[in-house]
């Protein structure tokens, strides 16, 4: 089974601090993506990568940066938190290969209230 | 651009058989997914479509139209554990290689 681990399951961080949300997939997937999902408004891509040390924005970038050092390891980072980064983040993985497609496999979730 | 459209919410009696409906537009599909996720709860993949008609897993059966871009989620001999959210959520290739993007899902309960 493909398992992505978010290192977070629930954190509370003061404005302004800079947040570190990890995330590990152990299935060798070239893709790896982080989202917000917030009431009503779905889930919304904020970066993905395709390869080790490539990244690229998704749909709300704006106060995230990520980083891929390793293919299994990509990480989210809020520079400088603020309240309305209050939400749910998942990560997730794909394979380029496989009969389904690129179904994207996702981690458990790091709630991040920013106070 | 991509929109997906889904009802918001739906309620259904346990034992019964219920049908979510997803409509989508995109100029590159490239394969559908349905994904379930129970409150506070990651979301999990059900089923995956690419080409036209019907996939049947067990109690649940996807259903893919390209022409029409339509596609619904069914759920047979429903039970209250069945009461979750359900993401539509499609590829679409015409931007390049770009993720999945998702629907604001159904959120369904189930009810004796």
């Known amino acids: 089974d493909v398992k992505v681990t978010q290192s977070s399951r629930y954190l509370v961080k003061r404005t302004g601090e800079k947040v570190f949300l990890e995330c590990v997939q152990d299935?060798?997937?070239?893709?790896m993506f982080w989202y917000r999902q917030d009431p009503g408004l779905g889930l919304r891509l904020i970066y993905f990568?395709?390869?080790?040390?490539?990244?690229e924005k998704g749909d709300i970038p704006e106060g995230y940066s990520v980083s891929r050092e390793k293919k299994e390891r990509f990480s989210l980072i809020l520079e400088s938190a603020s309240t309305n980064q209050t939400s749910m983040y998942l990560c997730?993985?794909?394979?380029?290969?496989?009969?389904?497609?690129?179904?994207?496999?996702f981690g458990e979730g790091s709630w991040l209230t920013v106070v | 651009g991509q929109n997906i459209d889904q009802p918001t919410e739906m309620t259904a009696t346990e034992g019964a058989i219920v049908q979510i409906n997803c409509t989508y537009q995109t100029s590159g599909f490239n394969g559908l997914f349905w994904y379930q996720q129970h409150a506070g709860e990651a979301p999990t993949f059900l089923s995956y479509?690419?080409?036209?008609g019907l996939e049947e897993k067990g109690r649940f059966s996807s259903f893919l139209s390209r022409s029409k871009g339509y596609s619904y989620l069914l759920l047979k001999e429903l039970q209250m554990k069945d009461s979750a959210s359900y993401l539509c959520a499609v590829r679409d290739l015409s931007s390049g290689n770009t993720p999945l993007v998702f629907g604001k899902g159904t959120r369904l309960s189930v009810i004796a």
């Open positions: 299935m060798d997937h070239e893709n």
């Open positions: 990568s395709y390869d080790v040390k490539m990244k």
């Open positions: 997730a993985s794909s394979s380029e290969s496989g009969e389904t497609g690129n179904t994207i496999y």
């Open positions: 479509n690419v080409l036209d």
